[in-house]
């Protein structure tokens, strides 16, 4: 053969791999991605999870039609942290995120990044007014919305801007109506300080929730309660010291929100997106409702009340049915399955499992251990145990979650087969963890003068 014919053979191959890698390579489909969450929600109080108050007709609809996870678990239990890891595919450590002011790592690959270089317009918006200072969080959306209206006198009609919310992404979505499209929602519903109007307040008034403690104390701490309520979620309440009382103003928050979603989804109808619309729900982190000392707040700590949270995914489009799903999965899940539900190959540091394989039935490795991270203790869980590591104190909890779920026997000093392997798993990050030790968060003084009314600062 001369060489003028390999050459030949040699070019057609070249011509046919780039077409095979432009095949693997390019978007299956053209769906658009409506991602809702919401602030501080609790699976366990949703009608889909088996919650027996009506907190959300919306969401169980979708959760009827879609997959529903049972398990699934947040990287931290603070906001600032959670949505980045939401965003990014990457534990706190790899994005550097692990409070309001911190910068996002330029190492990371966010997914409205990755949508964008294919073709989607990204929008961003919020009630949370936080999320704004997580540095470069804004920059990968095209659309980036997070203000809130802002007194210093407590207002209920003033305070949260969620009201406004709802109509801009409504708006935002009919602008792009012709364009594939992205738009993440976040509520800050039901999180502090649970504001919501007389009607859904009215709506679960009265409710007995069989609580552990009945009389709450008030906390010692005047911003964010540990052992005790919020001294500034009582005087909003006129010192109402009873929790049902609060756990029905969390649920009335619930079905608030879930009213706004219930919007959304009318929107998509209007409009005959719903068949071309893949719809996620979820949340940045739990709450804690009267275990381990935690009264309506969270962070601080990682027991599972403060770090499961909701995940449902629909897509009528994509032949998505109702299911539910035990195996435990992770919130660095939600933006690698995103991509490949729409047929979008799995970028660069990328760190969490595409569930996608899940949904269809199929066996996924990886995300059985799910690390969840705050400035001073780590925790590994599957759906059998869960070790906390706290740094400061250089000690450990672990527990049996298949016969003490509520986590409430530690099992200090167990050196048994399981022990030693969470320790060892929870040791790499462990290491890893002294170089983010000590980062300085850069907030301006009206940043810190609203994250102070959300419970956050001091
Ligand atoms: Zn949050």
Request: charged share 20%.
């Given at each position: 053969?001369?060489?003028?014919?390999?050459?030949?053979?040699?070019?057609?191959?070249?011509?046919?791999?780039?077409?095979?890698?432009?095949?693997?390579?390019?978007?299956?489909?053209?769906?658009?991605?409506?991602?809702?969450?919401?602030?501080?929600?609790?699976?366990?109080?949703?009608?889909?999870?088996?919650?027996?108050?009506?907190?959300?007709?919306?969401?169980?609809?979708?959760?009827?039609?879609?997959?529903?996870?049972?398990?699934?678990?947040?990287?931290?239990?603070?906001?600032?942290?959670?949505?980045?890891?939401?965003?990014?595919?990457?534990?706190?450590?790899?994005?550097?995120?692990?409070?309001?002011?911190?910068?996002?790592?330029?190492?990371?690959?966010?997914?409205?990044?990755?949508?964008?270089?294919?073709?989607?317009?990204?929008?961003?918006?919020?009630?949370?007014?936080?999320?704004?200072?997580?540095?470069?969080?804004?920059?990968?959306?095209?659309?980036?919305?997070?203000?809130?209206?802002?007194?210093?006198?407590?207002?209920?009609?003033?305070?949260?801007?969620?009201?406004?919310?709802?109509?801009?992404?409504?708006?935002?979505?009919?602008?792009?109506?012709?364009s594939k499209f992205f738009i993440w929602i976040h509520y800050l519903e039901p999180h502090f300080p649970m504001i919501s109007s007389f009607e859904?307040?009215?709506?679960?008034?009265?409710?007995?929730?069989?609580?552990?403690?009945?009389?709450?104390?008030?906390?010692?701490?005047?911003?964010?309660?540990?052992?005790?309520?919020?001294?500034?979620?009582?005087?909003?309440?006129?010192?109402?010291?009873?929790?049902?009382?609060?756990?029905?103003?969390?649920?009335?928050?619930?079905?608030?929100?879930?009213?706004?979603?219930?919007?959304?989804?009318?929107?998509?109808?209007?409009?005959?997106?719903?068949?071309?619309?893949?719809?996620?729900?979820?949340?940045?982190?739990?709450?804690?409702?009267?275990?381990?000392?935690?009264?309506?707040?969270?962070?601080?700590?990682?027991?599972?009340?403060?770090?499961?949270?909701?995940?449902?995914?629909?897509?009528?489009?994509?032949?998505?049915?109702?299911?539910?799903?035990?195996?435990?999965?992770?919130?660095?899940?939600?933006?690698?399955?995103?991509?490949?539900?729409?047929?979008?190959?799995?970028?660069?540091?990328?760190?969490?499992?595409?569930?996608?394989?899940?949904?269809?039935?199929?066996?996924?490795?990886?995300?059985?251990?799910?690390?969840?991270?705050?400035?001073?203790?780590?925790?590994?869980?599957?759906?059998?145990?869960?070790?906390?590591?706290?740094?400061?104190?250089?000690?450990?909890?672990?527990?049996?979650?298949?016969?003490?779920?509520?986590?409430?026997?530690?099992?200090?000093?167990?050196?048994?087969?399981?022990?030693?392997?969470?320790?060892?798993?929870?040791?790499?990050?462990?290491?890893?963890?002294?170089?983010?030790?000590?980062?300085?968060?850069?907030?301006?003084?009206?940043?810190?003068?609203?994250?102070?009314?959300?419970?956050?600062?001091?």
């Open positions: 053969m001369s060489s003028k014919n390999n050459l030949i053979i040699l070019f057609l191959g070249v011509i046919l791999l780039s077409a095979a890698v432009y095949l693997i390579n390019r978007p299956r489909n053209n769906m658009n991605v409506v991602f809702v969450t919401f602030d501080a929600l609790r699976p366990d109080h949703l009608g889909c999870y088996g919650y027996n108050k009506p907190t959300s007709p919306n969401i169980d609809k979708v959760a009827s039609e879609g997959v529903v996870f049972l398990n699934a678990i947040a990287q931290s239990s603070h906001t600032a942290p959670c949505m980045s890891s939401i965003l990014t595919s990457a534990y706190p450590l790899q994005h550097g995120v692990f409070n309001f002011g911190d910068s996002l790592s330029g190492e990371v690959t966010p997914l409205s990044k990755v949508l964008k270089k294919n073709g989607y317009a990204t929008a961003f918006l919020s009630s949370h007014k936080g999320i704004s200072t997580i540095r470069n969080f804004d920059k990968y959306f095209d659309s980036f919305y997070c203000i809130w209206i802002f007194g210093d006198q407590w207002d209920d009609n003033k305070f949260v801007n969620t009201q406004e919310v709802t109509p801009l992404a409504i708006k935002w979505i009919e602008n792009n109506k012709n859904y307040k009215k709506m679960f008034a009265g409710y007995r929730h069989n609580p552990e403690i009945n009389n709450l104390p008030l906390a010692a701490d005047e911003v964010y309660g540990i052992g005790g309520l919020p001294n500034r979620l009582a005087r909003l309440n006129n010192y109402n010291k009873n929790i049902d009382y609060y756990i029905n103003l969390y649920d009335a928050s619930i079905r608030y929100a879930d009213d706004q979603l219930g919007q959304i989804l009318n929107c998509l109808k209007a409009l005959h997106l719903s068949d071309k619309t893949l719809v996620i729900i979820s949340a940045d982190h739990g709450e804690g409702l009267g275990r381990h000392g935690l009264y309506f707040t969270h962070g601080f700590r990682l027991y599972d009340e403060l770090i499961r949270v909701p995940l449902i995914i629909y897509s009528k489009g994509l032949s998505i049915r109702f299911k539910e799903v035990k195996n435990q999965v992770r919130q660095i899940d939600i933006a690698p399955t995103i991509l490949g539900l729409l047929g979008i190959r799995k970028t660069v540091n990328i760190h969490g499992a595409n569930l996608a394989f899940l949904i269809k039935g199929e066996k996924v490795h990886g995300q059985e251990y799910a690390f969840s991270f705050l400035p001073n203790k780590l925790s590994v869980r599957t759906n059998g145990f869960k070790l906390i590591y706290d740094t400061d104190h250089n000690s450990y909890e672990f527990y049996n979650l298949r016969n003490d779920a509520e986590e409430l026997n530690s099992l200090p000093g167990r050196e048994d087969k399981e022990f030693i392997n969470f320790k060892d798993r929870l040791a790499y990050y462990a290491d890893e963890y002294g170089s983010f030790k000590g980062i300085k968060t850069r907030l301006s003084d009206e940043e810190k003068k609203a994250l102070h009314s959300l419970g956050y600062l001091q």
